[in-house]
Each structure stands twice: as structure tokens, then as C-alpha cells.
């Protein structure tokens, strides 16, 4: 079997709710991701941040992916995305090629200096985020409250909230670990839905734009 049919079973089986295939990206790829990160901004726990980031990026992207795209190009995109995102948050201005993928990207810290303007759009964007995140979440948990899903807004609150593990959750609501990745999986794609609706620039949300 090839690389690519491989990687196209893989996110079929993410797209079903496989906790075991997620992790099984994550073994493959978080190191790569890791080194180039980290190759960058030679901060490790940044690094593992970023790709943390990246990773749930994808994630929320999955519905809209297309499987003609190989699924490595992808994943750094979306974590060159991120790294942008942390290097215009340390006050560093980045001249990046997306183009470029994967380790042999090119890219270049143009100096420290950030204008005003900089910051002040950078600003923006982060009320935007938040603003959206927040509205979408509301939304979602306000759907459920009015169908009486309990249980699934009981396993959200102990995943995301809490912090629980899947195992957990499964156990102390009765359910399968399998429903509880379901939950997880059909929540977040709701709101990965949800925020697109809202047609924000690409910008605030880059890896919306990896339709």
C-alpha cells in the first residue's frame, strides 16, 4: 500500500470517530512537525505548542479536506500557520513562503521591530478569535440544552473543561470510549461549522481557508 492510500484510510478512520487512528497521526507525524517547529524558533515548549496547535487545527479543517492534497503538505500549513501566529505574537515580523512545505521550507525572522499598527490589528484578530470561538461554542451548547442532550454536554464539560481522559469520561457517563471520540469529534466539527459561517477573513482563522 502506498504513502497516500495509507493517509487516505487514515483520516477516513479519523473521520469516523477511530481514537486509535488520531493517535496513530499524531505517531507519525508530530515529530516531523516538532523538528520543523522547533528548527525555527529553537524553543522547545513553544514548538510543542505549535504543534499542538496545528494539530487541532487540522482537526476542525477535517471536514473540508481534500484527499487529493498529500496529507503531509497539509499538516504543515497549518503548523506554518501557527508558527506565524506565535512569531507575530513575540513581536517578530515572519517572511513566509506557505508554498513551501514540510522541513525544507524557507523562511526568514525579518527583524524584532513591530509598528503600532502591527499590534493593533494583531489585537483585533485576537478579539475576533475569542469572539467567535465564544458565540459558536454558546451557540452549539444552546442546541443541545434545547434538545435535551445531557449526556453529550456532560462528556463535553468533562473532556473540555475538566480535562478528563476519553477512558474516564467512558466510564463514569456509561458510555463506549468510541461514543465519547464521537461526541468529541461531532462537537468540534460543529463548531469548526459554526465559526465559518460567520464569513471572518482568512486570516483570523487560516486553516478555514484550506477548503
Known amino acids: 500500500m502506498s504513502e497516500t492510500q495509507a493517509n487516505s484510510l487514515l483520516v477516513d478512520r479519523i473521520r469516523e470517530g477511530d481514537q486509535r487512528a488520531w493517535e496513530d497521526l499524531i505517531d507519525r507525524y508530530e515529530g516531523r512537525l516538532l523538528a520543523f517547529a522547533e528548527s525555527r524558533i529553537r524553543n522547545r515548549a513553544a514548538s510543542e505548542d505549535i504543534v499542538q496547535e496545528a494539530f487541532i487545527g487540522f482537526l476542525t479543517s477535517l471536514p473540508n479536506y481534500d ?52 499590534i493593533a490589528r494583531s489585537g483585533e484578530r485576537r478579539n ?7 458565540d459558536a461554542l454558546a451557540s452549539q451548547v444552546q442546541h443541545w440544552k ?12 468533562l473532556l473540555f473543561v475538566r480535562g478528563v481522559g476519553n ?6 457517563l456509561n458510555l463506549t470510549e468510541q461514543q465519547v471520540a464521537n461526541y468529541k469529534s461531532d462537537f468540534l466539527l460543529r463548531v469548526r461549522t459554526l465559526v465559518k459561517r460567520m464569513n471572518l477573513d482568512e486570516e483570523v482563522f487560516p486553516e478555514l481557508a484550506e477548503d
Open 128 to 134: 475576533l478569535e475569542e469572539t467567535a470561538v465564544r
Open 67 to 118: 484527499g487529493a492534497r498529500p496529507l503531509e503538505s497539509y499538516l504543515f500549513s497549518i503548523c506554518a500557520y501557527k508558527l506565524t501566529d506565535h512569531l507575530r505574537r513575540e513581536g517578530r515580523r515572519p517572511a513566509i513562503s506557505f508554498s513551501a512545505t514540510g522541513s525544507q521550507g524557507s523562511w526568514d525572522l525579518a527583524g524584532t521591530a513591530r509598528p503600532a499598527s502591527s
Open 146 to 157: 434545547q434538545r435535551g442532550d445531557w449526556k453529550k454536554l456532560r462528556c463535553l464539560e
Open 167 to 172: 477512558k474516564q469520561v467512558a466510564e463514569e
